[in-house]
């Protein structure tokens, strides 16, 4: 007797933890410019934009230490491709950058002029994920009177019946 209230609480557990799974979030880690990594010729606006950030996530900038740099500026710096004295500044090669507060981060390289050659990112950080979207109901569902509207309302109410039944059993 015991072991079927065991099972009704660990099957209870386990639709609690995937009803909330979705909420769960993961930190991601970003690789700034993919393969290509931290480097000339390259759209990080785009990348940006193909991208979601999220309070946890990490950037990492992969690039070689005697060509680029990494600094983090605000707003106007970033437009104007200014390194003030305060400016954060890595210089590893492979800079791990935590994001850990939402709103907006303004990076570039600071070398010679790649900043003015579009070597700049600018990310928005969310506080949280949105949630995902919701499928789209279809466009034209069968009227409830035509044989496959009572078709389907047989299964739903079928499925519900059986599921009632299956945790009758178990409570037994």
């Given amino acids: 007797?015991?072991?079927?209230?065991?099972?009704?609480?660990?099957?209870a557990v386990a639709a609690l933890c995937v009803a909330?799974?979705?909420?769960?979030a993961v930190a991601m880690e970003h690789v700034?410019?993919?393969?290509?990594?931290?480097a000339l010729d390259f759209n990080y606006?785009?990348?940006a934009e193909g991208n979601q950030f999220v309070v946890g996530d990490t950037l990492v900038f992969e690039y070689g230490t005697a060509s680029h740099d990494l600094v983090e500026v605000g707003?106007?710096?970033?437009?104007?491709?200014?390194?003030?004295?305060?400016?954060?500044?890595?210089?590893?090669?492979?800079?791990?950058?935590p994001l850990d507060?939402?709103?907006?981060?303004?990076?570039?390289?600071?070398?010679?002029?790649?900043c003015e050659r579009g070597?700049?990112?600018?990310i928005t950080v969310l506080e949280t994920a949105p949630p995902a979207p919701q499928p789209k109901p279809p466009l034209v569902a069968p009227p409830p009177s035509s044989p496959a509207g009572k078709l389907e309302a047989g299964f739903g109410e079928a499925a519900a019946v059986v599921t009632a039944l299956a945790v009758a059993m178990l409570v037994l």
């Fill in 32 to 38: 700034v410019g993919d393969d290509k990594g931290w």
């Fill in 20 to 24: 909330f799974l979705p909420g769960l």
């Fill in 45 to 47: 606006t785009a990348w």
């Fill in 119 to 122: 070597m700049k990112l600018k």
């Fill in 101 to 114: 507060k939402a709103g907006p981060r303004w990076f570039f390289c600071g070398t010679d002029q790649h």
């Fill in 75 to 97: 707003g106007p710096d970033f437009l104007a491709c200014n390194q003030p004295d305060n400016a954060a500044v890595w210089t590893s090669g492979l800079d791990r950058v």
């Fill in 1 to 11: 007797m015991a072991w079927k209230q065991m099972l009704v609480v660990a099957i």
